[in-house]
């Protein structure tokens, strides 16, 4: 498990889709809480959870906002009272939107991986006599 404070970045962003098709966008320090939170109220409801995609990024606030106005651009309409919620959303088409706009999760998992293993090649690296 990376601890990604120590990457600097403390904020995600992230949209769900539940299996009424309502597209749930929203900001998080903890993503696996959240998801956590989100799963269990669906399953109260009689739902549960079809797709998702999380990203860290920078300005949460910003981002948030932008993930908003991509679910509205995609004709997605927000739930009376529930802002962050949203009927009639393409969920994969936001999932590209937000892609395109901030990458993905496993990709920037790869990233910091590499990274790690450059560091670490350079920090056992043994200097030419």
């Known amino acids: ?52 995609w999380h990203m860290f990024v920078d300005d949460s606030h910003h981002a948030e906002l932008q993930l908003m106005g991509f679910a509205t651009a995609l004709g997605g309409v927000a739930l009376p009272r529930k802002a962050e919620f949203y009927n009639g959303v393409d969920f994969d088409a936001l999932v590209k939107l937000a892609t395109d706009q901030y990458g993905d999760f496993d990709s920037w998992m790869h990233e910091q991986d590499v990274l790690i293993a450059q560091g670490m090649n350079a920090w056992f690296a043994i200097p030419d006599a």
């Not at 399953?43 to 079809?50: E, I, N, P």
């Open 1 to 52: 498990m990376h601890d990604f404070k120590a990457f600097g970045i403390q904020d995600e962003v992230y949209a769900i889709q539940f299996s009424s098709g309502v597209v749930k966008v929203g900001r998080t320090q903890d993503y696996g809480r959240r998801i956590y939170e989100h799963t269990k109220a669906a399953k109260a409801r009689g739902q549960f959870v079809t797709g998702e």
